[in-house]
């Protein structure tokens, strides 16, 4: 069985567990708060344009989210965020656990915008009994969102404007960050956008914070958090200890951030999942199936019948995503199939070949 169900099945890039091995017998202090860690740092920060930044290398993702939006709300306050936001639909209530609200906004593609932003708040505040509900605190997205789609530079302008017009953070979830960056470079390359593509450094500007994902791209686990917010700067190692997001052997995130970033490893592999995932949605466009979103990423979601997911299922493990309702007397479903930093282009071939079969 070849799996496409995530870009987390395999365990980490050969150079990450080779420098693993080699500083093994070093002896450091804990907590992240080591020389991989301090180097890890200064080249994110590099990357990013942004040299007064503070950077943060947390276990995971759910307990990056729940860390900084913790953090950042006060108790009588939610997080905006798309209904099919990672908070909303994938953290098992996370963030209500610890008692704040999430505020979803219905979305087609994943994505929310600055319009919406802008009239949730100004219903909320224009509410005479506005006090008895929750009051909105924060903005919360992906980039990539859950379904493939990326964010512009435009549209992410439009949602810091709006947090700006009501005072509120803006928080862009990055687990798969290096895919959304590797897709905007393509298309730019290609001639496909109309430069309006997000980079690191936009990301940095227009964010207060974000983290950039290691578990998905590349890693063994871990994310590196960067913080641009003065007001959410002071004291935030005590926010990360106490929700459980601080490693005591937080070297070993810092040297897997520290060999992603010292010389492009995070975009090489980023733009490797990319070409696969091209490969995949130029095998099932060739064969007259439509896509249910318009991901450039590593995530490809073609609408397939029955007997083609049948088909495909016998030697390939990926994900069912939604029902897509009946045509000529068949089912039809949208699936997900996810390529990642270690995919195989021989896999990929042999996928190919037997789309084109079915």
């Not at 909320?124 to 919360?140: I, S, T």
């Not at 994902?213 to 002071?234: Q, R, Y």
């Not at 459980?244 to 060999?259: H, N, P």
Request: hydrophobic fraction near 40%; glycine fraction near 10%.
């Amino acid at each position: 069985m070849i799996r496409f169900e995530c870009d987390y099945g395999e365990g980490a890039h050969p150079r990450i567990l080779e420098r693993l091995a080699s500083t093994n017998d070093e002896q450091t202090p804990g907590y992240g708060e080591d020389v991989f860690c301090a180097r890890a740092a200064a080249l994110i920060k590099g990357a990013c344009a942004a040299e007064g930044a503070d950077v943060h290398f947390l276990v995971g993702g759910t307990q990056t989210n729940l860390t900084v939006i913790g953090a950042a709300l006060k108790p009588h306050q939610g997080v905006i965020t798309a209904a099919s936001g990672h908070i909303e639909e994938h953290e098992t209530g996370a963030i209500e656990a610890v008692g704040h609200k999430v505020l979803a906004l219905e979305s087609p593609d994943g994505k929310i915008t600055g319009s919406q932003v802008d009239r949730l708040c100004r219903a909320h505040h224009g509410d005479p009994n506005h006090e008895h509900r929750v009051q909105p605190g924060m903005v919360y997205i992906s980039h990539p969102s859950e379904n493939g789609t990326v964010y512009t530079k435009q549209e992410l302008v439009a949602l810091r404007e709006a947090c700006d017009n009501w005072g509120i953070p803006l928080y862009m979830d990055g687990a798969r960050m290096g895919y959304g960056l590797a897709a905007a470079k393509s298309r730019a390359a290609s001639g496909q956008s109309a430069g309006e593509e997000l980079a690191l450094p936009d990301i940095a500007a227009l964010c207060d914070a974000f983290y950039i994902g290691g578990t998905k791209v590349g890693a063994l686990c871990g994310e590196a958090l960067v913080i641009a917010s003065e007001g959410l700067k002071k004291d935030f190692r005590y926010h990360i200890k106490q929700r459980g997001a601080m490693l005591a052997k937080g070297r070993m995130l810092g040297i897997q951030f520290e060999v992603l970033f010292e010389d492009g490893l995070y975009m090489e592999i980023s733009e490797h999942a990319v070409k696969m995932a091209d490969l995949l949605r130029n095998a099932f466009a060739l064969k007259g199936y439509e896509f249910r979103y318009d991901s450039p990423t590593n995530q490809v979601f073609p609408i397939l019948p029955e007997d083609a997911i049948h088909a495909l299922a016998e030697k390939y493990a990926f994900f069912e995503w939604e029902g897509a309702g009946e045509k000529s007397g068949k089912r039809w479903a949208t699936v997900r199939l996810c390529t990642s930093w270690a995919t195989r282009e021989e896999h990929i071939r042999q996928l190919t070949d037997d789309i084109a079969k079915l």
